[in-house]
């Protein structure tokens, strides 16, 4: 598709599981973002991909949170022992540019996966 | 990264121009303002960014103060679709990538 892609649109778990969330960014994109949005609030920031690697992962809130991009496409946001409080839209975002000198591209955002931990 | 303040919500009449405001005084030199809108149910959208000169595009203007502490982005006919929240955001120009920081943006409320 066009767009950057997110899977599933809903999730419903339960306290303790264990979740995954899926995002398909736009083909030749090398940068990939995660984002967290609570009900009211902006999105906050998670974690940035360059290629395979995590570049920067300091918005992850705790070790219950992980995410990979194996081979610098498709990327996975995994959940342990979800909580309550995990309850968000997760948001998925990809640009152009990652590392390296040069002006920041575009962001483009999925439509988001909403976590709902019950 | 400087931080932004924007009005929590603004209203607009279908057809009018809308002008929202941001504040951003501690902006440095090599950051630019980045403009993005989220609609309800929907992930943010990218609107237009600048450094210090004023922009356009075809989806709206962008007017930065000659001291670059304030900016704003301007819908020129605003239409019921460009309800959403905007969010105003500060961003340097070599930061290597594009993680964004959020605030809570102006509610952009357009009615008929």
């Known amino acids: 598709g066009a767009g950057v892609s997110q899977t599933p649109s809903n999730k419903v778990t339960e306290k303790g599981k264990y979740v995954e969330l899926r995002c398909d960014p736009i083909s030749g994109h090398t940068a990939l973002y995660w984002y967290r949005q609570s009900l009211g609030q902006g999105p906050e920031f998670l974690i940035y991909?360059?290629?395979?690697?995590?570049?920067?992962d300091s918005g992850l809130p705790n070790d219950r949170f992980f995410a990979v991009r194996p081979e610098g496409s498709v990327s996975t946001l995994k959940i342990q022992r979800t909580e309550r409080g995990d309850s968000a839209v997760y948001l998925c975002?990809?640009?152009?540019?990652?590392?390296?000198?040069?002006?920041?591209?575009?962001?483009?955002f999925g439509q988001g996966t909403r976590l709902t931990v019950v | 990264d400087a931080k932004t303040t924007q009005p929590p919500s603004m209203d607009c009449a279908e057809g009018r121009a809308a002008n929202l405001p941001c504040n951003h005084s501690?902006?440095?030199?090599?950051?630019?303002v980045y403009w993005y809108r989220q609609i309800h149910s929907q992930g943010p959208q990218y609107i237009i960014h600048g450094l210090k000169n004023n922009e356009t595009n075809e989806m709206a203007s962008l007017i930065i103060t000659e001291d670059r502490k304030s900016s704003t982005l301007i819908l020129p006919h605003a239409t019921l679709r460009d309800t959403a929240v905007y969010y105003c955001?500060?961003?340097?120009?070599?930061?290597?990538?594009?993680?964004?920081?959020f605030g809570k943006g102006t509610m952009l409320l357009v009615s008929p």
């Open positions: 501690t902006i440095s030199g090599n950051e630019y």
């Open positions: 975002a990809s640009s152009l540019t990652g590392t390296g000198t040069g002006e920041i591209t575009e962001a483009f």
């Open positions: 955001i500060v961003k340097p120009r070599n930061s290597g990538y594009s993680t964004l920081t």
């Open positions: 991909f360059q290629g395979t690697g995590a570049a920067d």
